[in-house]
């Protein structure tokens, strides 16, 4: 494994799929910041922020599993993403319950009301298996494909609402119906590949189920870390200074989105390669490329964030 296996046509589309999604949320937050201000930003990133940890349980962290078994072809794949849809079902349910009862817990209506609206995504994102099979088969150009066109529509629908001065809530509608249409596309995708009918069992479903579970630990650990400091800012300062915060701590994500992509589109390789998965050299070379490329970007961020800021989230940021 080498430098040069990143310039595949399939690792640049890895890339390209990761950037649009990446960028969609950047926008999303400029034009929730600039068009409606620090305040009601400050309520929009917070409302994401709860729905993200509270998406540790709703979404279980399967899709990592899913490109493994994927990729080592152990099980039909009819099998696996029948059972997979059928388990994001149950923790979609499980995460807008945890929603609903935060919700009467929230003095803000507006939060409230927000959050149950965003919850909807728990629903919405149910196909992003489909993602995993196209990850595992290297297929990033239909990735990339699905992406753009979600995105068009997204942020489109979201100008679109924002231009018209709407209620916040019609903003987090706009954002939210963009799970909706990459996972449309996606099923479109794969019905048109793979005529035949899915399968689920309750054996797969837990084992599943049970492979995710470290990395539900590990993701919740990091989500917490990530998610807790806009509760904490929001209860103690408000919401102004929680837009403030926010508007820095979304830019970060550009910056992050190059070592999650490549050991994204990396792992499948890695799986279908006996001599690779159980080599201690290839395994240093992993770790080795992704520590790199965080490093630049991490120096990256330091020298554009600056002045990136003010110049794209406004002055008053």
Known sequence: MKFKDLLSPNQLFALLAKGLEGTKVIVASIIVARFYGPEDFGRFAFIIGVTSIVAIIAEFRLQSVLVKELSLGALPKESILGSALAANFIFAVVGMLGIWLYTLMESD?????????????????????????????????????????????SISAMIIVSTLQLNLLWVLFARSLDFLFISILFIILYKRQNPEKLKASVKTIKKLSYSSAPLVFSGAAMILFQRADLIII????????????????????????APMVISESLAPKIFRNEKLINSDEARQKFSDIIIFIGLAMSALMFICVGWGLPYLYGNEY
């Open 109 to 153: 209506r507006l939060i409230a009301a927000g959050l149950l609206i965003y919850s909807l995504i728990f629903l919405y994102k149910i196909p992003r298996a489909f993602r995993s099979q196209l990850i595992s088969n290297e297929n990033n150009r239909s990735i990339a494909k699905c992406e753009a066109a979600s995105s068009i529509i």
């Open 234 to 257: 929001k209860t103690t300062l408000g919401e102004y200074a929680t837009g403030l915060y926010s508007s820095a701590t979304t830019l970060m994500l550009l910056f992050s989105l």
